[in-house]
């Protein structure tokens, strides 16, 4: 007969504990109902194994914690850009994202920030994922993102006659306090506003702020005070450090950031969130999917300065969290962007974090995820190399465990 309570025990030859900074030589993890109870090294004395216990052994390979993108969005496809997008009807979206969601957990990525989607799809979806019927990451949902009427994060492709606007833009501090109400009332787990201009919207400059400063205290204000995070896409230098007063948790882009924007995030502890690999996906494959020129041009002017500006705020010591953008290039690619940070300024070691511990503090969910730690979900990814002294490898995951679960790849016994 199944044990009462379902417990593992997950050995490797090595393991990353990011909250040390140090390497564990074989360790020994044990799970009790999706969650770490024990972690020993060599040399420590072995654990308790619970009667009936599972075992994972991964012999020759290295435990990271399961990985977390602080930004990405599941319903959005990088095939479909500029106008081609509205070929399909609505619940095309839902349909291709738990596609999405899949791709992505088995990547290694077992928690996902998505910030930003239409009908509460997040929402959904996670739903879906929790009770059982599609496989994909632990989702803290954003649902629709805030912004200006006209801003990055309205409706900005479309003429009058269609009357096409996002749900969540408001123009006075009033209006978009009863926003994040609205959202958190239908399952948003953080609030994301656009402080900025973007990329991929119509006739908006990412330089150029588009919420006063008291929107965005208001928006901070509204989200802190039900407990929810909040998250700003800005670009500008102005919104960024407008953003950081205000109080937002994490800058999302950060790609025109100055110096006195490095030093208030700084000061003030926020993390920098800087989707610094998408832009090869979007100059390469941008035009064959649809994007517009100006989009395509818009990416020209931002991609370069933003990796500088990467540079400039590792080399100062800045908090770093993990964002891609995944959406803009392919679900399940989202740990190239490893590779990028480390090219531009981060250690090995920091970008793990950067994905691990210090997404989780920024999620204030330092208590579940972003290490393998006691009280914690046994979300752990199993890679061949060592991401130390490669980061690559953590692209190809071996093995990936959710909640002690083997959700892909296979184990050797
Ligand atoms: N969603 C962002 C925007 O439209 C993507 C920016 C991507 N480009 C970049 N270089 N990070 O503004």
Same mark, same amino acid.
């Given at each position: 007969p199944a044990p009462a309570v379902d417990s593992v025990v997950i050995t490797a030859d090595r393991m990353i504990d990011v909250l040390s900074g140090k390497v564990v030589e074989r360790p020994v993890i044990v799970a009790t109902g999706g969650r770490i109870v024990s972690v020993v090294g060599e040399g420590a004395a072995r654990p308790v194994i619970p009667a009936g216990a599972r075992r994972i052994d991964l012999p020759g390979r290295t435990l990271v914690p399961g990985l977390i993108d602080m930004h990405a969005h599941l319903t959005s496809n990088p095939k479909y850009g500029g106008y081609s997008g509205y070929q399909f009807t609505d619940s095309f979206w839902v349909a291709q994202g738990t596609g999405n969601a899949e791709r992505t957990l088995r990547a290694g990525f077992t928690t996902v920030r998505n910030v930003g989607s239409d009908g509460y799809a997040d929402v959904g979806i996670k739903q879906a994922i929790e009770e059982g019927w599609v496989a994909g990451p632990r989702i803290v949902p954003a649902a629709h993102a805030l912004g200006a009427t006209g801003g990055h994060c309205d409706e900005t492709f479309l003429p009058p006659s269609f009357q096409r606007k996002s749900p969540a833009v408001g123009d006075s501090p009033e209006e978009l306090r009863r926003r994040v109400r609205e959202q958190r009332k239908y399952g948003a787990e953080v609030i994301k506003a656009c402080a900025t201009g973007g990329v991929?919207? @119509?006739?908006?400059?990412? *330089? #150029? +702020? +588009?919420?006063?400063p008291e929107e965005l205290k208001a928006i901070v204000d509204e989200a802190h005070f039900w407990k929810l995070k909040a998250a700003a896409h800005a670009h500008g230098a102005d919104g960024i450090r407008a953003a950081i007063e205000a109080g937002f948790d994490t800058i999302e882009h950060v790609s025109f950031i100055d110096d006195a924007g490095i030093k208030a995030a700084k000061a003030r502890g926020t993390f920098l969130g800087f989707d610094v690999y998408n832009t090869e996906y979007t100059l390469a494959e941008g035009e064959k999917n649809g994007v517009l020129p100006e989009n395509i041009e818009k990416e020209r002017r931002v991609g370069t300065i933003q990796r500088e500006n990467f540079r400039k705020a590792a080399q100062a010591g800045a908090r770093m969290i993990f964002s891609t953008d995944a959406g803009i290039y392919p679900h399940g690619d989202n740990a190239r962007q490893f590779a990028v940070m480390v090219r531009f300024g981060l250690t090995p070691m920091q970008a793990l974090q950067s994905a691990t511990s210090n997404a989780a503090e920024a999620l204030g969910r330092t208590g579940d #995820? *972003?290490?393998?730690? #006691? *009280? @914690?979900?046994?979300d752990i990814v199993a890679v061949a190399g060592d991401p130390l002294t490669d980061i690559r490898t953590l692209e190809k995951p071996v093995v990936v465990i959710k909640g002690g679960e083997v959700v892909a790849g296979a184990t050797a016994s």
């Open positions: 991929f919207s @119509r006739n908006t400059e990412p *330089g #150029v +702020q +588009q919420l006063h #995820v *972003g290490a393998i730690a #006691v *009280g @914690r979900y046994a």
